[in-house]
């Protein structure tokens, strides 16, 4: 398929048909990326935790905190203190 490019203000556009919106379920917003020179667009649904990591280490930065919850090591890897 193929569609003209339009004017629009000092933007330019696509004209998608109903139909093939409807076919792939895209409603009122969309996501465009640019990969390996073709523009992908894609539902701007958002995944369920998306955003919260960023979300998250900013209020930790905020509040002073380290970003990190847990270290990457243990304060006594000799784990003397553990009952196995």
Known sequence: ???KIVKIG???GIIIPAELLD???LK???RLEVKNDQIVISSAKKEAREGWEEMIKAELEK????TRLISDFFE???NEDWEW
């Open 1 to 3: 398929m193929e569609a």
């Open 10 to 12: 000092n933007s330019k």
């Open 23 to 25: 076919l792939i379920g």
């Open 76 to 78: 006594d890897e000799r």
């Open 63 to 66: 509040q002073g905190q380290p």
């Open 28 to 30: 009122e917003k969309v």
